[in-house]
């Protein structure tokens, strides 16, 4: 394909990946398999909470195809897995960090909590082999419900007696408290923010192998961020020297953050394949997701914002409990701290603001990061508390937003943010035309007419996407910098291919590069590779998470190409007998300003790597240049979401009538792809509004909802044709792309669009999610 006049940029150039993955021939981690192939399988304890008295594994171990049986105490002197960021609580103490071990270790914590690890033949070997294993369970008293996890009976860890992993504060408690005082109105509200167990398309899975031949280690794995599962593995866990374990994640279908974290399993398949000298796979099955993937959400909330009479926002005040699980996940410990209340400013000039968060520990699956990420649930707390107090003070629920919007730029927020660009007026604006709100009255007139109530909810949210820069990250708590490395390796005949430590896992990373790349160097797209997910061939990197791929890994490709400009500009002003600082570069082409001397980018190319006459005194061969780069800022997407619903008050069914989003993103690289990622969000976001809820049972800590019978998805009937657009556009000011994230735009705005036109419809105040027909129905009835 050759390159448009106009450049690729803004252009919906087509996914290049996509012709492997619909035909068929992608390559997952279950796609490999390696000569002499073993399998895994991981024993998981029944039990919430129980105390381990004995494990026998005699019997297990003379089963037909078994290789080897792991148990906690083989894992005893390696250590636990890490948490990549500290919190420290309103006291200065750091939080309560207890090991998390390989395989439990003398105790059970939660409903899937990996205990023995069979390696045997087949599959099926391991698995009958290990229900020979005879454990016997002292059973404990369970700690599961959030709000009630503070001093339960059931001790999850004895490092944390209460349960209680840190109590975190943010903001002007004094300064909040005072203007609470003197407010003309209070808008409280309590709530749940439900959890949410991920679903990628692909579940997780590990194949691990060890060479005797040189002491080195191989895994194949489904990651979001390759680099960081090797460093944490090796520096923390296993003490492998990190040149000795290359990590590869091949094709990887869908993560949603549920794939950022280092596991159990994939750690455990590492350290056994040089036990028993073999290359040992391992995927999990559905049932086995839904207990071990860490989940998202489950947030316990009270919530108050105070108004003066005219409706203007003078302070919020927030008080938190979050869900932790049974340890601490990789970032567990900063999604609903420094992700969560740093964004409680959302897009309004509210002066004062108080948050306070208790992390707990309960007997449930960890909880960490899923699409969003901590920005969900603080957008969801302050739409709520808006569109409430718009109702309560009779306001127009648009017009409160634009009096209290933010108009100057750059703007610092209460909660330690400082927002750099940003048009709040003209999203909320645009969506309201596109949402045609001035004929709601008609359509509400022809919902009634059938019977049904019609209810219309606004959202506007914003989110810091990028997750740097480091130095502020590491003063806030993170345990390593988060910034990004690309490559740019120019072939002798002009082809280029693309190294990145970011890493695809269904954001077109392969098309987008690429026509950032193809653009920058006025080369056609096709003669630009990308090559990622493999600590052998990429220079290093951070992973993909944060809505961060474009603005952070392709601001590091973007000053790798920069430099292979510049040394090219020396080649070409000796080719062209010139001074380098009279060359410029436009289109592919090198050339002398002012005159029509000039020379395709492919000669350049090849003459440094065949160089004749090449000044080898001034320059070596060769043009590969890499590059890191640490933003000195998030990104801030922000965007206006108008839903309509149609309720039927005799069944308490929803649905989901129209959803219309604009968003800003700063520049668009491929408009289609953005597009298909709101579209995604907004699926997502529709999904834990209506449907989907991780649901343990208080008394025995048993996940009810373990499978797809009873966790309810969003298919295609439970959602809308979407009507979505991006703004014009305010470009970020600090990365040279002018592009902000926006693979998590939809699912943190969709959610409280969804529940206040719900609670429109219905004429109430508060409605949980997710809003199910039975939940729907109880509220009608109550508000009858």
């Known amino acids: 394909?050759?390159?448009?006049?106009?450049?690729?940029?803004?252009?919906?150039?087509?996914?290049?990946?996509?012709?492997?993955?619909?035909?068929?021939?992608?390559?997952?981690?279950?796609?490999?398999?390696?000569?002499?192939?073993?399998?895994?399988?991981?024993?998981?304890?029944?039990?919430?909470?129980?105390?381990?008295?004995?494990?026998?594994?005699?019997?297990?171990?003379?089963?037909?195809?078994?290789?080897?049986?792991?148990?906690?105490e083989h894992f005893r002197a390696i250590g636990g897995l890490p948490c990549g960021w500290l919190i420290n609580s309103l006291d200065g103490s750091p939080m309560k960090e207890p090991k998390h071990p390989i395989l439990a270790d003398g105790k059970v914590r939660y409903v899937g909590d990996p205990v023995a690890l069979v390696v045997a033949e087949s599959y099926a070997e391991a698995k009958a082999a290990a229900q020979l294993i005879a454990i016997d369970y002292e059973e404990l008293v369970p700690a599961v419900d959030t709000a009630a996890a503070k001093g339960h009976a059931g001790q999850v860890h004895e490092e944390a007696p209460d349960n209680v992993c840190?109590?975190?504060?943010?903001?002007?408690?004094?300064?909040?408290?005072?203007?609470?005082?003197?407010?003309?109105?209070?808008?409280?509200?309590?709530?749940?923010?439900?959890?949410?167990?991920?679903?990628?398309?692909?579940?997780?899975?590990?194949?691990?192998?060890?060479?005797?031949?040189?002491?080195?280690?191989?895994?194949?794995?489904?990651?979001?961020?390759?680099?960081?599962?090797?460093?944490?593995?090796?520096?923390?866990?296993?003490?492998?020297p990190e040149h000795k374990l290359r990590v590869v994640a091949p094709d990887v279908g869908g993560g949603f953050g549920s794939k950022i974290f280092l596991y159990t399993e994939e750690t455990a398949l590492t350290w056994a394949s040089k036990q028993v000298g073999r290359p040992i796979k391992w995927t999990a099955d559905r049932s086995e997701a839904f207990l071990s993937d860490a989940h998202g959400r489950d947030h316990a909330t009270v919530a108050e914002l105070a108004l003066d009479a005219g409706g203007k926002f003078l302070a919020m005040r927030v008080h938190t409990?979050?869900?932790?699980?049974?340890?601490?996940?990789?970032?567990?410990?900063?999604?609903?701290?420094?992700?969560?209340?740093?964004?409680?400013?959302?897009?309004?000039?509210?002066?004062?603001?108080?948050?306070?968060?208790?992390?707990?520990?309960?007997?449930?699956?960890?909880?960490?990061?899923?699409?969003g990420a901590g920005r969900p649930e603080a957008t969801y707390v302050v739409e709520r508390l808006v569109e409430t107090a718009a109702k309560e003070l009779g306001l127009n629920p648009a017009e409160i937003r634009r009096r209290n919007f933010i108009h100057s730029f750059p703007y610092?927020?209460?909660?330690?943010l400082t927002y750099d660009t940003g048009d709040y007026d003209a999203t909320l604006k645009e969506v309201v035309e596109l949402a045609d709100v001035a004929g709601f009255a008609a359509r509400k007139a022809v919902s009634e007419a059938k019977g049904l109530k019609r209810g219309i909810g606004y959202s506007t949210y914003i989110?810091?996407?990028?997750?740097?820069?480091?130095?502020?990250?590491?003063?806030?708590?993170?345990?390593?910098?988060?910034?990004?490395?690309?490559?740019?390796?120019v072939h002798p005949t002009g082809k280029v291919t693309i190294f990145t430590g970011s890493h695809s896992h269904g954001q077109g990373h392969e098309t987008t590069f690429a026509q950032v790349v193809a653009d920058r160097l006025g080369i056609p797209i096709d003669d630009v590779s990308i090559e990622h997910g493999d600590t052998a061939k990429v220079l290093f990197g951070m992973g993909t998470y944060g809505s961060r791929s474009l603005s952070v890994g392709g601001t590091a490709i973007i000053k790798a190409v920069d430099k292979v400009i510049a040394k090219g500009k020396k080649i070409a002003a000796h080719l062209l007998e010139a001074a380098d600082t009279d060359i410029e570069f436009e289109n592919g082409v090198f050339k002398v300003a002012g005159t029509d001397k000039s020379v395709p980018f492919a000669s350049v190319s090849l003459t440094a790597y065949v160089p004749h006459n090449y000044p080898l005194d001034k320059l070596e061969p060769g043009l590969n240049e890499n590059a890191f780069y640490d933003p000195t800022n998030f990104t801030y997407p922000a965007g206006s979401y108008v839903c309509e619903v149609e309720v039927d008050p005799a069944t308490g069914v929803v649905r989901v009538d129209r959803f219309s989003a604009v968003d800003d993103f700063g520049n668009i690289v491929n408009p289609m792809i953005v597009e298909g990622q709101v579209q995604g969000g907004i699926a997502q976001g529709i999904g834990q509004a209506l449907l989907e809820h991780?649901?343990?049972?208080?008394?025995?800590?048993?996940?009810?909802?373990?499978?797809?019978?009873?966790?309810?998805?969003?298919?295609?009937?439970?959602?809308?044709?979407?009507?979505?657009?991006?703004?014009k556009g305010t470009p970020c000011t600090h990365n040279p792309l002018g592009v902000k994230g926006c693979g998590e735009a939809g699912a943190i705005g969709s959610p409280p669009a969804v529940i206040n036109a719900i609670c429109d419809a219905l004429g109430i105040k508060d409605l949980p999610m997710p809003a199910t027909p039975h939940t729907v129905w109880q509220a009608i009835q109550a508000n009858r």
């Not at 490999?32 to 991981?42: G, K, N, S």
């Not at 208080?698 to 298919?715: F, I, V």
């Open 166 to 240: 840190y109590t975190w504060g943010c903001g002007d408690k004094a300064g909040a408290d005072a203007a609470f005082v003197g407010a003309a109105h209070v808008t409280r509200l309590e709530f749940r923010n439900n959890r949410l167990i991920p679903n990628a398309i692909e579940p997780r899975a590990a194949n691990a192998a060890y060479n005797a031949s040189d002491d080195s280690y191989t895994l194949y794995t489904t990651s979001q961020n390759p680099h960081v599962a090797r460093l944490l593995m090796c520096a923390f866990v296993l003490g492998i």
């Open 1 to 72: 394909m050759n390159a448009p006049k106009e450049g690729f940029i803004g252009q919906s150039v087509k996914r290049r990946e996509d012709a492997r993955f619909l035909t068929g021939r992608g390559q997952y981690t279950d796609d490999i398999v390696l000569p002499r192939q073993t399998y895994a399988y991981f024993l998981r304890s029944p039990y919430a909470h129980a105390r381990i008295k004995s494990v026998d594994t005699a019997s297990a171990a003379a089963a037909e195809g078994v290789l080897g049986i792991y148990t906690g």
């Open 694 to 727: 991780g649901i343990y049972d208080k008394e025995s800590g048993q996940l009810l909802t373990g499978s797809y019978m009873d966790y309810a998805m969003p298919r295609a009937d439970d959602l809308p044709s979407f009507n979505i657009r991006t703004s």
């Open 463 to 489: 989110a810091a996407c990028g997750l740097a820069p480091s130095n502020i990250a590491g003063a806030l708590g993170a345990r390593a910098g988060l910034f990004e490395a690309g490559e740019v390796r």
């Open 321 to 371: 409990t979050a869900n932790l699980g049974a340890y601490l996940s990789t970032f567990a410990s900063s999604v609903p701290t420094i992700l969560y209340a740093t964004l409680l400013a959302g897009q309004y000039t509210t002066p004062k603001i108080y948050a306070e968060v208790t992390g707990v520990f309960s007997n449930t699956a960890p909880v960490d990061a899923y699409r």
């Open 412 to 416: 610092a927020t209460p909660v330690g």
